[in-house]
């Protein structure tokens, strides 16, 4: 490629403008510009900047991550910021041209404007863009005289590299791609551990080399969404949002001695509840009576700590779910993503959005959408559920609205029991307003929730010294209305256990009893309450 000037404007080097993230034409033939970006380019002077200033610096790389053949390849990440600036500006100005690589022969097919490009032909697209600008680089460098080209290993990682800061998580995303990891820890912008899957936590290397850079990129992933983006500043110094791939971050910032995010990725996307008896994590006569509840159309409260897996055990409820049912669901950041299991046919996923102008008169910022207004909008998408998601507020009235309907409702809470759940949610209730008495909130809870199902969590320390981190089912209770002073009543169909699974209690409320029609088999229940069946 020549390097000889171009007498075009440089392009914008903000990665916002990407073709990622850009928006359509407001009309067929629209001319965007006269700038078009072709074969002969400027070469930038972000890059002859990095160079001369690596040159002169010479600070060795903060991160050395293992190659395929255990040795280790540095990366520099200062290097691969000025390669992202780069490439994000002949990216960007190539929404307004055309682009193509050096050669006719490396890519025939003719090219096509980034925006009318769906995601992946725009990855392709980036990596065509990212192969040519290493390349002039490694030409340029041997050239000079000021370095020696990259091995074949170093050209792919650095490019990696690149299309991970351009496209995807910078360098979070080989945490996010480690299938050991179940929970990131980024505290401050040195201090980065892993949690395991079994429960222990590794340090790894930084993911940033200042605050500063960090609040950044995290303003950069809260801003990228076109549809729902999300603010962060010190007026609002908290952050909530679903990464590509379904993993969940949660961030603040000046509000705490360092910017810290936690990253939980959700192993199981996908899954049953005869897998939860696969794992140890519930009895077969508790995945039994569950599965009938879901169907029967109950509604139903998991709680449990945090990081219990009330989530993965959500999914595994709604799969007892008839693929018929039309469903709907309401979350203020996406975790469910049932329209992914390919279970159901149709499946209308709304997700709540704080809004991102000016406060009006109803103190309300500008574009904000609750997960009430949703639910009201949702009665007339012909719904056969609704399912509302995690309850860790004024939410809890949504989730009312929604279990009152009787189309069988799911929602899960943090609660240390499952009579702390009813004491938790009452709580969020009250959260509404003085005009919220507890008795009225318990008056709601009593006669529409049916169902807890408390979750455990525990790390043991096994006999090789290893870890192990074990979540189980520890009771499951019937709730009914009650006396007056209490409010409500609680059958333990199953446990509670501080110490595993939760066995058939004996104690079975009449109510369940009408759940034989949906598939609850009792004589499994009672074979597990006499000691005739699952021993656990």
């Given at each position: 490629m020549s390097s000889e000037p171009s007498t075009g404007p440089l392009p914008s080097t903000d990665p916002s403008a990407l073709p990622l993230f850009a928006a359509p034409p407001a009309r067929p033939g629209r001319v965007r510009g006269d700038f078009s970006l072709r074969a002969a380019v400027t070469r930038p002077a972000a890059l002859d900047e990095a160079r001369r200033r690596l040159?002169?610096?010479?600070?060795?790389?903060?991160?050395?991550?293992?190659?395929?053949?255990?040795?280790?390849?540095?990366?520099?990440?200062?290097?691969?910021?000025?390669?992202?600036?780069?490439?994000?500006g002949r990216l960007t100005a190539a929404l307004g041209g055309e682009w193509r690589p050096e050669s006719a022969e490396e890519n025939p097919v003719a090219p096509r404007r980034a925006v009318?490009?769906?995601r992946d032909e725009q990855e392709r697209y980036g990596w065509a863009v990212i192969h040519d600008v290493l390349k002039e680089h490694t030409a340029d460098v041997v050239k000079a005289g000021t370095g020696d080209a990259w091995t074949v290993a170093e050209q792919t990682q650095m490019a990696q590299a690149i299309f991970d800061a351009v496209f995807r998580l910078g360098r979070l995303q080989p945490l996010i791609d480690d299938d050991r990891a179940e929970n990131i820890f980024i505290l401050g912008h040195d201090r980065v551990l892993l949690q395991l899957v079994d429960g222990s936590r590794i340090r790894v290397d930084p993911v940033a080399d200042s605050g500063d850079e960090l609040i950044d990129f995290l303003r950069f992933l809260a801003n990228r969404s076109e549809s729902n983006p999300r603010p962060f500043s010190e007026s609002t110094p908290r952050l909530h949002l679903k990464l590509d791939g379904g993993a969940r971050l949660a961030a603040t910032a000046w509000v705490t001695s360092s910017p810290t995010v936690v990253v939980r990725r959700h192993r199981h996307k996908v899954d049953t509840l005869s897998a939860w008896v696969d794992r140890g994590c519930m009895s077969p006569a508790c995945a039994d009576f569950l599965a009938a509840a879901v169907r029967g159309k109950w509604s139903i409260v998991v709680a449990g700590p945090m990081?219990?897996?009330?989530?993965?055990?959500?999914?595994?409820?709604c799969a007892e779910i008839p693929r018929e049912e039309v469903l709907g669901t309401f979350e203020t950041e996406y975790e469910l993503f049932l329209h992914e299991t390919g279970r159901h046919d149709i499946v209308v996923d709304w997700e709540a959005r704080p809004g991102m102008g000016e406060i009006g008169a109803d103190g309300r910022a500008a574009g904000a959408f609750d997960l009430d207004e949703a639910l009201n909008d949702s009665y007339r998408f012909a719904l056969d559920r609704q399912i509302v998601g995690e309850i860790?507020?004024?939410?809890?009235?949504?989730?009312?609205?929604?279990?009152?309907?009787?189309?069988?409702?799911l929602s899960t809470t943090h609660a240390a029991s499952a009579e702390a759940a009813i004491r938790k949610l009452v709580t969020c209730a009250m959260e509404a307003g003085g005009h919220v008495t507890r008795e009225l909130a318990l008056e709601k809870l009593a006669g529409c929730l049916e169902v807890i199902v408390q979750l455990n969590r525990r790390v043991v320390l096994m006999p090789d010294g290893s870890q192990q981190l074990q979540r189980w089912v520890s009771e499951v209770v019937v709730v009914e209305p009650g006396e007056r002073e209490k409010g409500y009543a609680l059958t333990h169909l199953f446990g509670p256990s501080?110490?595993?699974?939760?066995?058939?209690?004996?104690?079975?409320?009449?109510?369940?009893?009408?759940?034989?029609?949906?598939?609850?088999?009792?004589d499994l229940y009672q074979a597990e309450a006499d000691g005739r069946g699952w021993q656990g």
């Open positions: 040159a002169a610096v010479r600070r060795p790389p903060p991160t050395t991550p293992a190659t395929s053949d255990g040795s280790t390849t540095p990366i520099d990440w200062e290097l691969v910021r000025a390669f992202r600036t780069v490439v994000a009318d490009m769906d990081s219990a897996g009330k989530t993965t055990l959500m999914r595994a409820l860790r507020g004024r939410e809890v009235w949504t989730m009312i609205k929604a279990m009152e309907s009787g189309t069988g409702s501080g110490t595993g699974p939760a066995r058939a209690s004996g104690l079975m409320s009449e109510r369940c009893k009408d759940l034989t029609v949906d598939g609850f088999d009792l």
